[in-house]
């Protein structure tokens, strides 16, 4: 820091003060305690309604931060449903449009029924988190069935097979067109009419299954297990606060909430749900998506997840779903505190005594306020108790002169950056800067804080052994008595944990984690922003679908871990041969894409059977070398007229299976 530092505002008039201990020989006690009233009741007025209104701002200080806390929990909670509830539809949709299923489906034939079966019981057992897996013919009449005694998932024999064509799920789901899903409420399974026990929270979700002519055929249908789902959604949530988080369905009743006796009382006909002991914050909720409001009761922070919604990121249509499901929300209900009420908490302890050290400063100031030896003494103690306040402080804390020279820094300063007292006093803070900021956001700083104002950001500094870390920095100057700037502050606050959590967040919600590869959510983000620069500057765009073949006999012949082996070899393979500009994802099972900016479908082709020869000559930890490892690759470009990426993969998808119908192992194209 450099440079004359202007005054934010002129200097104040001097004036000469006498002695006020010579000042109070002369005068008699009276004459003080008149005084010491004057100078004392106007102090004690001013104090107290500093204290006042220190305290009034503390409180809805308190009140604001506790809003947003709740905020975030309540968007980090619907995140995790909205995690699993994606999975949910990528297991059902996996199931669907499996080979071995099309197959079926399209031939009618049971001697196709133990490939259906394997796939399932192989998801069944990959997964742990359906109770059944079924597949219900045109009639409702059981087909296929797993079933998971939360030890072992089983294929059901013929004979144990039950019709199923009188339940609403079944009569519903069959009234559906094709790529629309239903979803049943949250209940709790019921078995020959009754709640089983111990309480087993169930999800259920089909497909209708219709063959290439379009004619109905069955019902896929998934019994989902959520009570792993809502113990993740309970995980995220804190445990140590006076906010209620709970899980609420449609009709106002809970389906997670702390007190386990108040979850799923609508089974049983019980009163005690939300709806009833909230009206009148349920009337406003019901009908929002996402808020917060104040109620009769308390406070309330809400967000609105929409199950189907979550499920429809594969389907080609808008999936619906009946009234029995509806929406859920995520509800945190916090008792209005009303005001003032002293709770005891260390910042209110902290006003209450800075207001009577004030008042008591006030009072023995104003009785000897010709004493300058007593009154030297008081701002002493004083100054001192601040040192070590501001030494001891939670919070790294430096301070510089107006050149920007480091004169102090507290212990907690050592802490955050490493760098002793002897090795930053005297430097420029700028050697802790990892050039991240850049010179634009330096020249903000310096010409707010020069105007006697307070700049709040954050830094991305460097310690002294290396490592990085992000603070949370406010900086303010320091006036002399002549009101003009003398040195300035910095207070920091270690954010390194939070910023951590937000990367990490990010990076589970658009990475696949067995392969590192970006998933298919991040594939439609990327592709969405695409298309809009292909449409602006008439770039051409194509992609390749492509799928491993005979994966299902490589995890048969040499185990999963084998198999998880070769997706990560072959995710290798392809991030390494790609352009920096171009993106591949892992799409869904043993299916990968890849995007390809400004690629007509001629180098599209050429680029795929690149690397389908450098897969076909790829070698596998664990894979016998007689075992060939291949693709079947779809290629098609996109088309100006389409909106999305989602035409131009359905194509490339026809593409890719015309390979496996050829014999695997090749390249072909779809205009």
């Known amino acids: 820091m450099e440079g004359n530092i202007p005054s934010p505002r002129g200097p104040m008039d001097q004036k000469n003060i006498p002695k006020l201990d010579t000042l109070l020989l002369r005068v008699s006690r009276f004459r003080v305690f008149r005084k010491f009233l004057l100078y004392f009741l106007p102090l004690a007025c001013l104090f107290t309604g500093l204290y006042y209104l220190a305290y009034y701002y503390n409180f809805h200080q308190k009140q604001s931060l506790e809003q947003a806390a709740e905020f975030r929990h309540t968007q980090l909670a619907r995140a995790v449903l909205i995690r699993d509830l994606e999975l949910i539809a990528s297991d059902l949709l996996l199931l669907a449009r499996s080979p071995e299923m099309r197959t079926l489906v399209n031939s009618g034939k049971n001697g196709l029924l133990p490939a259906v079966q394997n796939r399932f019981l192989d998801l069944a057992r990959d997964r742990h988190i359906y109770d059944q897996i079924r597949y219900l013919d045109q009639t409702g009449q059981e087909v296929i069935r797993i079933n998971f005694d939360g030890e072992v998932s089983e294929v059901i024999d013929e004979d144990q097979l039950q019709f199923k064509g009188d339940r609403y799920y079944f009569q519903e789901t069959s009234r559906l067109g094709e790529n629309e899903i239903f979803v049943s409420p949250l209940d709790l399974n019921v078995e020959r009419g009754k709640v089983e026990i111990p309480h087993k929270p169930v999800l259920r979700v089909a497909l ?43 009709t106002g009743c809970w389906l997670d909430h702390p007190d386990t006796e108040k979850t799923f009382r609508f089974m049983f006909d019980k009163a005690g749900c939300f709806a009833e002991e909230h009206q009148d914050a349920w009337e406003i909720i019901r009908g929002s998506s996402v808020g917060q409001l104040n109620g009769q009761r308390g406070h309330y922070t809400f967000a609105r997840i929409s199950p189907v919604g979550a499920m429809t990121l594969d389907l080609t249509k808008v999936a619906r779903s009946t009234e029995r499901g509806g929406h859920w929300w ?81 212990a907690k300063f050592t802490d955050l950056s490493g760098y002793t007292e002897e090795q930053a006093l005297g430097q420029n803070p700028r050697f802790l800067k990892s050039d991240e900021k850049s010179s634009e956001e330096y020249a903000d700083l310096w010409a707010t804080i020069t105007r006697g104002e307070t700049w709040t950001g954050e830094f991305h500094n460097i310690k002294s052994n290396g490592d990085d870390y992000y603070a949370k920095t406010s900086i303010s100057p320091v006036l002399d008595s002549r009101g003009e700037i003398a040195h300035f502050i910095g207070v920091q606050e270690d954010v390194t944990s939070q910023r951590r959590l937000q990367q990490e967040l990010l990076q589970l919600a658009t990475t696949d984690p067995l392969t590192g590869l970006h998933n298919r959510r991040f594939l439609f983000d990327c592709a969405e922003k695409e298309i809009d620069r292909c449409c602006r500057y008439h770039h051409p765009l194509s992609v390749m679908l492509m799928d491993l073949d005979h994966f299902k006999k490589i995890n048969d012949s040499f185990g999963h871990d084998a198999g998880d082996q070769v997706l990560r070899a072959v995710a290798r393979m392809l991030e390494g041969n790609i352009r920096s500009t171009d993106l591949v ?56 007229h389409e909106k999305s990426i989602e035409d131009a993969l359905t194509r490339a998808d026809q593409a890719m299976y015309q390979c496996k119908s050829q014999g695997r192992n090749r390249v072909s194209g779809f205009r």
Request: with cysteine; charged share 20%.
């Open 208 to 250: 209708p299954m219709a063959n290439t002519f379009k004619e109905p055929r069955g019902v896929l249908i998934l019994n989902y297990l959520a009570r792993p789902m809502l113990q993740r959604m309970r995980a995220s949530l804190p445990t140590q606060s006076s906010t209620i988080y709970g899980l609420i369905n449609s």
């Open 585 to 640: 994802v892992r799409y869904g099972g043993e299916e990968f894409v890849v995007m390809l900016p400004e690629t007509d479908l001629t180098k599209t082709l050429a680029f795929a059977e690149r690397l389908r020869a450098a897969v076909e000559a790829m070698e596998v930890e664990g894979i016998d070398d007689g075992w060939p490892i291949t693709l079947s690759i779809g290629c098609s470009p996109w088309h100006p």
């Open 330 to 410: 995520i509800i945190a209900y916090r008792p209005l505190k009303p005001f003032p009420v002293f709770s005891g908490e260390e910042t209110d302890l902290m006003v209450l005594f800075t207001f009577l050290i004030l008042l008591a400063l006030a009072g023995v100031g104003s009785w000897q306020i010709a004493r300058s030896r007593c009154s030297r003494e008081q701002w002493e103690s004083f100054s001192s108790l601040l040192f070590h306040a501001v030494d001891q402080s939670p919070a790294g804390i430096m301070i510089t002169n107006t050149d920007g020279d480091i004169e102090y820094i507290n």
